[in-house]
Antibody, heavy 120, light 108 residues
Framework: QVQLQESGPGLVKPSQTLSLTCTVS??????????WSWIRQPAGKGLEWIGR???????NYNPSLKSRVTISVDTSKNQFSLKLSSVTAADTAVYYC????????????WGQGTLVTVSS | SYVLTQPPSVSVAPGKTARITCGGN??????VHWYQQKPGQAPVLVIY???DRPSGIPERFSGSNSGNTATLTISRVEAGDEADYYC???????????FGGGTKLTVL
């Protein structure tokens, strides 16, 4: 079965760019009618959708983050990535990657999540 | 943008039925999905397409959606059901994904 695993720095300085990668195993990132997505969750708070990508490279982002977000895909490595620029302490959160069913957009499965702290 | 409203908390005794609501404007016209999140863990899909259960999710979990309210129902609640529950929709008009604020289910 498909599994996802996030990786990347756990600490990022303010004003810098947060970069995370999600590695997909147990299946091809290019197969099926799926998108691939990033979601985040600040400590003690709810879930916030960041954006999604299709293996064609087509993307869509949360309007509130759109100006700072880039999601890309590398099908040869079965990975997709997140870049969030000009980070502040408000971007401190657990970041999850997830597979998205095309159409009605439910998320399954999710990665285990990775905590990213923005601090100098 | 579309807004989903959930009660912050719901409490239920073991063996009883818990109902967690998710309110939204004409939410009955959208497909609603529900996630369970236990402390320190990633969310898990428990209901999709309003009322379908992924494999491995107990039949005790069910969902409904009509009018301005979607409901996740957990029958015969167990201590292990204690978790945060989130509803979610895709707003096709804006191509945007929206999550509810989450409901903490406490098993008394």
């Amino acid at each position: 079965q498909v599994q996802l695993q996030e990786s990347g720095p756990g600490l990022v300085k303010p004003s810098q760019t947060l970069s995370l990668t999600c590695t997909v195993s147990g299946g091809s990132i290019s197969s099926g009618s799926y998108y691939w997505s990033w979601i985040r969750q600040p400590a003690g708070k709810g879930l916030e959708w960041i954006g999604r990508i299709y293996t064609s490279g087509s993307t869509n982002y949360n309007p509130s983050l759109k100006s700072r977000v880039t999601i890309s895909v590398d099908t040869s490595k079965n990975q997709f990535s997140l870049k969030l620029s000009s980070v502040t302490a408000a971007d401190t959160a657990v970041y999850y990657c997830a597979r998205v069913m095309a159409g009605e957009h439910w998320f399954d499965p999710w990665g285990q999540g990775t905590l990213v702290t923005v601090s100098s | 943008s579309y807004v989903l409203t959930q009660p912050p908390s719901v409490s239920v005794a073991p063996g009883k039925t818990a109902r967690i609501t998710c309110g939204g404007n004409n939410i009955g016209s959208k497909s609603v999905h529900w996630y369970q999140q236990k402390p320190g863990q990633a969310p898990v899909l428990v209901i999709y397409y309003d009322s379908d259960r992924p494999s491995g999710i107990p039949e005790r979990f069910s969902g409904s959606n009509s009018g301005n309210t979607a409901t996740l129902t957990i029958s015969r609640v167990e201590a292990g059901d204690e978790a945060d529950y989130y509803c979610q929709v895709w707003d096709s008009s804006s191509d945007d994904v929206v999550f509810g604020g989450g409901t903490k289910l406490t098993v008394l």
